[in-house]
């Protein structure tokens, strides 16, 4: 019995899977088709291909898709149609344009940001060379204060 209910804990998550089966043409779309379902987001799923969500406007996508291929439409006038449809959230790699700017530029803006934040943070923390040999010898007046300084202390309070 309990190595049933672990066999079963096991497999559950597979039968939970996505099984749709499409006719295709030829081995060319069926390809396409996989590698779409791969690259297309859900658009009601925060996070997930069209492959992975079991949502009805992922199966309608799927479905939609599938009739794309199968008309012969190519692989830009798909990206078009579903892009047209539900904008570029669909897409798991925005295009470059005006509106996915900050999307694509944002890392890199960042990036060098860090390094300049990093280059400020050591060179202020790192005392220069003409800094360090003035400021290891006192002249003789700062000699003499320092010496008054040091007797004073040495001396008891009465």
């Not at 900050?102 to 060379?129: C, D, E, N, T, Y």
């Amino acid at each position: 019995m309990k190595y049933g209910l672990i066999l079963l804990c096991l497999l559950s998550p597979l039968c939970v899977a996505v099984v749709e089966t499409y006719n295709f043409e030829n081995e060319v779309n069926r390809e396409r088709y996989h590698q779409f379902i791969d690259e297309l987001r859900c658009p009601k799923c925060q996070n997930q291909n069209l492959d992975g969500s079991n949502a009805p406007i992922a199966k309608d996508l799927r479905r939609e898709l599938h009739r794309l291929l199968e008309d012969g439409q190519t692989d830009a006038q798909i990206v078009e149609y579903m892009v047209g449809r539900y904008g570029e959230f669909v897409l798991y790699r925005p295009r470059f344009n005006a509106e996915t700017a900050v999307l694509w530029l944002a890392p890199a803006i960042f990036l060098v940001l860090g390094f300049v934040l990093i280059f400020m943070v050591f060179k202020r923390q790192k005392p220069s060379a003409s800094t360090q040999g003035n400021s290891a010898e006192l002249d003789a007046d700062e000699q003499r204060r320092l010496r008054a300084l040091l007797t004073d202390k040495d001396q008891p309070n009465a």
